[in-house]
T-cell receptor, first 112, second 112 residues
Framework: NAGVMQNPRHLVRRRGQEARLRCSPMKGHSHVYWYRQLPEEGLKFMVYLQKENIIDESGMPKERFSAEFPKEGPSILRIQQVVRGDSAAYFC??????????FGQGTRLTVV | GEDVEQSLFLSVREGDSSVINCTYTDSSSTYLYWYKQEPGAGLQLLTYIFSNMDMKQDQRLTVLLNKKDKHLSLRIADTQTGDSAIYFCAERNTGTASKLTFGTGTRLQVTL
């Protein structure tokens, strides 16, 4: 059973470009969470999704950020018009229930 | 709101026990977790404890929960150099869409 797969592992974008981060949850997991980790900080919750539904987006910035988890395919975190402050590690976690959450290796976004 | 605090750094000698502490503020936390993060890697779930328990042991790991004081600790017996990492405490309140709230992490350094 493969773990949570995130790609790309590293992503470099110029200011103003779009970043698309992908997360494939573990098989059988229907809950997906996105977290952001700034350098030397803990993880901050961004959004919680189930298939085709956003359950909680209270941690998402109001502008430029969006997330989806379609019926088929991976969950996508999309950041439009990236700025330097978006540079961070973005982690996806999946869960079969509300108890355990398993994290991917993360996507490290660098905005230049 | 929820808040989780940890000390930033701990240094121990190889073979000694490590104790990493965490305090939280949300009295309705239902699960409390310990994650390990090695440099450049994702988060590895080490163990978790349900809030109606006060202790859980798993091989070299012992988790103690003092619910009255909202204090959680992780003891690592016979600490090895491979245990050097950042350890995150996290709490989950099922009333908040099951998201995790993380501490800022404790960097454990194991010296020879």
């Amino acid at each position: 059973n493969a773990g949570v797969m995130q790609n790309p592992r590293h992503l470099v974008r110029r200011r103003g470009q779009e970043a698309r981060l992908r997360c494939s949850p573990m098989k059988g997991h229907s809950h997906v969470y996105w977290y952001r980790q700034l350098p030397e900080e803990g993880l901050k919750f961004m959004v919680y999704l189930q298939k085709e539904n956003i359950i909680d987006e209270s941690g998402m910035p109001k502008e430029r950020f969006s997330a989806e988890f379609p019926k088929e395919g991976p969950s996508i975190l999309r950041i439009q018009q990236v700025v330097r402050g978006d540079s961070a590690a973005y982690f996806c976690a999946s869960s079969p229930t509300s108890t355990e959450a398993f994290f991917g290796q993360g996507t490290r976004l660098t905005v230049v | 709101g929820e808040d989780v605090e940890q000390s930033l750094f701990l240094s121990v000698r190889e073979g000694d026990s490590s104790v990493i502490n965490c305090t939280y503020t949300d009295s309705s936390s239902t699960y409390l977790y310990w994650y390990k993060q090695e440099p450049g890697a994702g988060l590895q779930l080490l163990t978790y404890i349900f809030s109606n328990m006060d202790m859980k042991q798993d091989q070299r790991l012992t988790v103690l929960l003092n619910k009255k004081d909202k204090h959680l600790s992780l003891r690592i017996a016979d600490t090895q150099t491979g245990d050097s990492a950042i350890y995150f405490c996290a709490e989950r309140n099922t009333g908040t869409a099951s998201k995790l709230t993380f501490g800022t992490g404790t960097r454990l350094q194991v010296t020879l």
